[in-house]
């Protein structure tokens, strides 16, 4: 389970500073950092940073809004450039990141945008720091902590259908992500807690939501545990589909009727914002799910943290050609404003590319 966390950045942090006392080791996201101040001996977890937390996990939960996950490592985001032909650069992964958070009014569509630790410190092609362009767009910065990857101990996991799941292996990834959550909120980071189930396999709808209750109750259990603030954090789980090679296709109704299904048996209300991840999902796919997830009210704010399932007509519009900047830019703009379409129940599917309907699944998809 990859999860991440969302920085609450006032100046742009020193490296040394953003996040001070423990360290959190682990492919996750957390939204931006809050200013420190001495818990009381009674606080529950989080302490002094809860309206903070609250306030920006709201922010990120805003209606039309989603999250543009652009936290591809840099071997990850050179396997993108490669498959356009470019080399894997410092300047290239510059030049693509710097397209990304340049398009105009993407933070109507965009809430939050989650980065890795070099884009974090990165300025634009034109000099400006990357975190400073995506708050003046009212998009809120969050970083993947995953710096120290040598370590022994691993936060990261996914949970494998056709390999068990295990119930130990369930539980120990329930419980490190129980605790990088609590250990986001002691820094003053929203945690985006992120159970990811892979699509690898066989197996029918039915079986990946026997499996999501099982691995659901027990990171819910495990953060309870932990005293961790449901309010001030932001789920990023998996839609409930049939796995990647199943002959039995599902209608976004389908996947809907048993997403929404698992939400109200798992998911406390207080959590405010549901943030699906596409898990190889094509860009059109994802959208009409979460379109079908939201014709109806729901008590959490039910939206997107998509990577590939913004991304990619926009790279493969761009090809690392300055002169098709602009038509990358309205390609992702273009899907931005059809998931936020989608976030609202309000999404029609016309006009979409032959590109956008492309399947993007890859055996063991994630990072």
């Known amino acids: 389970m990859a999860s991440a966390s969302l920085l609450k950045i006032s ?23 809050c200013h420190s101040v001495a ?50 650069t410092e300047a290239n992964r510059q030049a693509y990141r710097t397209l990304l958070v340049t398009v105009p009014g993407l933070g109507e569509c965009i809430s939050g945008a989650i980065l890795f630790e070099e884009t974090l410190y990165q300025s634009t092609t034109d000099g400006r720091k990357i975190v400073d362009v995506l708050v003046e767009q009212n998009i809120v910065p969050g970083i993947k902590v995953d710096k120290v990857r040598s370590t022994p101990f691993q936060w990261r996991t996914v949970v494998s259908i056709p390999n068990g799941p295990s119930a130990l292996a369930v539980k120990e990834a329930a419980w490190g992500l129980a605790r990088y959550a609590a250990i986001s909120q002691d820094n003053g980071l929203v945690p985006i807690v992120e159970p990811e189930i892979l699509l690898d ?12 209750q099982k691995v659901w109750a027990e990171v819910f259990f495990y953060l309870a545990e932990n ?45 405010p914002g549901i943030m699906f991840l596409s898990g190889g999902q094509s860009e059109v796919e994802a959208t009409l799910n979460l379109n079908a997830m939201n014709q109806a009210p729901n008590p959490w704010h039910v939206s997107f943290s998509y990577a590939r399932a913004l991304q990619n007509t926009c790279l493969k519009t761009w090809g690392g050609r300055p002169e098709n900047v602009k038509a990358a830019q309205d390609a992702l703009l273009v899907r931005a404003k059809a998931n936020s379409f989608a976030q609202l129940g309000k999404y029609t599917g016309e006009g979409e590319s032959h590109e956008a309907t492309k399947g993007m699944y890859v055996k063991n998809y994630s990072y």
């Open 227 to 271: 005293n961790v603030m449901f309010e001030g954090i932001l789920l990023k789980p998996s839609m409930v589909t049939p796995g990647a090679e199943c002959k039995d296709k599902a209608t976004p109704e389908q996947v809907a009727e048993y997403t929404l299904k698992l939400l109200q048996r798992r998911v406390p209300p207080a959590v």
């Open 11 to 33: 100046p742009v942090l020193d490296k040394s500073e953003w996040v001070k006392g423990q360290t959190i080791r682990q492919p996750s996201v957390s939204l931006v950092r």
């Open 39 to 88: 818990p009381s001996a009674l606080s529950v977890r989080a302490g002094s940073y809860a309206d903070e937390l609250v306030k920006t996990a709201k922010t990120v939960a805003s209606p039309g809004r989603g999250i543009l996950a652009m936290d591809e490592s840099n071997a990850t985001c050179g396997k993108r450039l490669a498959s356009i032909g470019l080399e894997n």
């Open 201 to 212: 396999g066989e197996h029918g709808i039915d079986r990946n939501f026997e499996v999501a």
